[in-house]
């Protein structure tokens, strides 16, 4: 049973830069697809940035070229630098996982069967 983790959020002012890290047990990046999404309150969760098992990336027009995503030095953790950080990039951050899509997209938050709790990202102007 893979079981995720996530840290590194916290509250930075607008410009600043976080690194959120997802890590896990049961299994590894090589057999996952691994994606980070963010949901504010009220709001559905969306994504962020997606790494496939084979090693694609995948980022939302929101993240890309400000956030990167990427294997870790072990094989149980993905990581997530965020810089330019925008006040709008504020919300809870969840890291999650699954072995084989159904056929939706990166982005499809039903294509995974694996979340972490989430970690806070405040940003403030």
């Known amino acids: 049973q893979v079981q995720l983790v996530e840290s590194g959020g916290g509250s930075v002012q607008a410009g600043g830069s976080l690194t959120l890290s997802c890590s896990f047990s049961?299994?590894?990046?090589?057999?996952?697809?691994m994606g980070w999404f963010r949901q504010l309150p009220g709001k559905e969760r969306e994504g962020v940035a997606s790494?496939?098992?084979?090693?694609?990336?995948y980022y939302a027009d929101s993240a890309a070229g400000r956030f990167t995503i990427s294997r870790g030095n072990s094989k149980n953790t993905v990581n997530m630098r965020m810089d330019s950080l925008k006040p709008e990039d504020t919300a809870m951050y969840y890291c999650?996982?699954?072995?084989?899509?159904?056929?939706?997209?990166?982005?499809?938050?039903?294509?995974?069967?694996?979340w972490g709790q989430g970690t806070q990202v405040t940003v403030s102007s």
């Open positions: 999650a996982a699954e072995r084989r899509f159904r056929g939706g997209t990166w982005y499809d938050t039903n294509e995974y069967n694996i």
């Open positions: 049961g299994d590894t990046y090589k057999t996952l697809w």
């Open positions: 790494l496939s098992a084979g090693g694609s990336f």
